[in-house]
């Protein structure tokens, strides 16, 4: 943040573009449990709301919220110093490490954390994921990385996180111990990275009981992630 002093309600020119990001995220939430990522009240997802005054914002899921009690109204706003700017309720535990992606990685939109099975299981061992399928070159240009150990409650988790994927093309990191952490452009990129390092750690994992993987020779990996990123989809 560039204010000298944190804000205390969200700015008027901000109000619009706030409250769609809490829409958003609340939406984006059910996401989570649907493709099985998350159990009882663990993961959240926040995004950015950018300002070009430099009074950038994250919405996010407040502490400890069920998801099925989870609305646009119950999001938090927090500076991205993870104070708190508006909600009656105190914000997820790893607001802090959200708000140090944002404020070190500019090019980040949005933030997912879960603690999928097949993902949580790789970081459990330290080990990254292999880039041994298509799916992983096309959206993670690599293998996905692991990041150092870290204790939930201040912004170290950030700092892993920013550490490990700065000058990566992964948007995925599996914090050491912890679990996945994925970033986007947006909220909806950050959770369909999400999806997919829990589908790629699944099927690497069933891969490697019946033989080691072949890995992807890194030339193949550089086109694959070329086209995928600037001409598959609709533009």
């Known amino acids: 943040m560039s204010n000298d002093a944190p804000l205390t309600e969200v ?9 769609t990001a809490k829409q958003k995220v609340a ?5 989570l449990p649907r493709w099985e990522l998350v159990v009882w009240t663990a993961g959240n997802v926040s995004e950015r709301v950018r300002n070009d005054q430099g009074e950038d914002l994250l919405v996010i899921k407040p502490s400890g919220v069920s998801y099925d009690d989870i609305t646009a109204e119950a999001m938090v706003v927090c500076d991205l110093d993870g104070n ?4 009656d309720r105190s914000p997820s535990s790893d607001t802090a ?7 070190h990685m500019p090019e980040v ?5 879960t603690h999928s099975t097949y993902a949580t299981a790789w970081a459990a061992r330290g080990e990254e994921i292999p880039c041994v399928l298509t799916m992983m070159a096309d959206e993670f240009g690599g293998p996905i990385p692991v990041g150092p150990f870290a204790i939930i409650g201040d912004d170290s988790i950030g700092r ?6 700065r000058g990566s093309r992964s948007k ?3 914090m050491k111990n912890h679990g996945p952490f994925t970033i986007g452009g947006d909220a909806k990129g950050a959770v369909k990275a999400a999806v997919l390092c829990e589908e790629v750690a699944r099927a690497v994992h069933v891969s490697r009981q019946l033989g080691e993987p072949l890995p992807i020779e890194q030339q193949h990996v550089d086109s694959l992630y070329e086209r995928y990123q600037n001409v598959y989809g609709q533009r």
Do not use: F, K, Q
Request: charged share 15%; no cysteine; glycine share 10%.
């Open 11 to 19: 700015p008027a020119h901000l109000r619009t573009a706030v409250d």
């Open 27 to 31: 939406d984006l939430h059910a996401e």
């Open 109 to 113: 939109g949005g933030v997912v954390h």
């Open 84 to 87: 708190l700017v508006e909600g």
């Open 160 to 165: 892993g996180i920013v550490e490990t994927l």
């Open 97 to 103: 490490a959200h708000a140090y992606v944002y404020a």
């Open 172 to 174: 995925a990191v599996l």
